[in-house]
């Protein structure tokens, strides 16, 4: 389902990259903490994870309209893949349902979504046809790695983690290397096997290409300020009784900005 152009560059450069923090290896990347916070924990967008401190300690949940959009997104984008060996005429009446079934807001965005189900569609349609195995926010054991009992990659072709997200003006592309960098630890330490490249798709409702794809390679680098990043969340939920600070760079799509300005 990935473009071409993806497969002959893990191909070409895949044995260049050099990683000694790998998930196999617990005495380097094994839980320092008992609390173990998620992914999305781990790559929250706030610089001082408070957002996390107030979804997880506070247990105070807020859904923005970027949150909610987003959500949007990746249903459709993986609905396809969902029921790919379904009928035809199923999958098509499944995605009207689905498409109804969305927030008011997501709603006004029909037009946009039925392009990105045609694009999705025909990928998964090609994973049929080539036999490409594909699993869909599969459950990966992440416990080993200090993470939660399991984290869900958007999809996984067939060991390559892919993650999707709705593309925005907000720098977001160290989250998402941070991400993959997690999902790709996670499934080295469940198969031994090296996980050197992750998958990034953006989706872009509003201008053109839709669809945008980057490779990340996931080298030492990216590895050690995971581990690094998921120690800091650890220690915030491991002290719940010291909130971190308020953060001086808060970025304006986080809707927990006005909780803690209070």
């Known amino acids: 389902m990935l473009p071409r152009w993806i497969w002959d560059f893990v191909k070409v450069v895949g044995g260049d990259v050099v990683a000694d923090v790998r998930g196999w290896?617990?005495?380097?990347?094994?839980?320092?903490?008992?609390?173990r916070p998620s992914i999305s924990d781990v790559t929250s967008p706030c610089p001082e994870k408070r957002d996390v401190w107030i979804r997880?300690?506070?247990?105070?949940?807020?859904?923005?309209?970027?949150?909610?959009?987003?959500r949007a997104v990746h249903e459709v984008f993986l609905y396809?893949?969902?029921?790919?060996?379904?009928?035809?005429?199923?999958?098509?009446?499944g995605f009207e349902k689905l498409l109804a079934s969305f927030d008011p807001l997501a709603k006004r965005y029909k037009e946009q979504f039925v392009k990105l189900f045609r694009k999705s569609f025909a990928f998964a349609l090609y994973s049929v046809e080539e036999g490409i195995p594909i699993s869909v926010e599969p459950m990966i054991p992440a416990a080993s790695i200090g993470l939660s009992d399991f984290v869900k990659p958007d999809l996984l072709v067939g060991f390559l983690p892919v993650d999707i997200s709705l593309a925005s003006n907000?720098?977001?592309f160290e989250r998402k290397?941070?991400?993959?960098?997690?999902?790709?630890?996670?499934?080295?330490?469940?198969?031994?096997?090296?996980?050197?490249?992750?998958v990034a798709i953006y989706v872009n409702l509003f201008t053109e290409p839709m669809l945008t794809w980057r490779i990340i390679r996931v080298d030492d680098s990216l590895r050690r300020t995971?581990?690094?990043?998921?120690?800091?969340?650890?220690?915030?939920l491991e002290h719940p009784d010291e909130p971190p600070p308020v953060s001086s760079n808060c970025p304006q799509s986080c809707p927990y900005i006005e909780v803690c300005k209070k």
């Open 56 to 70: 997880r300690v506070m247990r105070m949940k807020i859904d923005s309209d970027l949150f909610v959009l987003g």
């Open 170 to 172: 907000e720098k977001n």
């Open 80 to 93: 396809p893949f969902r029921r790919r060996y379904d009928s035809l005429w199923d999958v098509l009446r």
């Open 226 to 236: 995971f581990l690094e990043m998921r120690d800091k969340v650890a220690m915030i």
């Open 177 to 198: 290397e941070l991400a993959l960098t997690g999902y790709a630890l996670a499934i080295e330490s469940w198969i031994g096997h090296p996980i050197d490249f992750g």
């Open 25 to 35: 290896r617990f005495d380097v990347v094994g839980p320092r903490f008992l609390a």
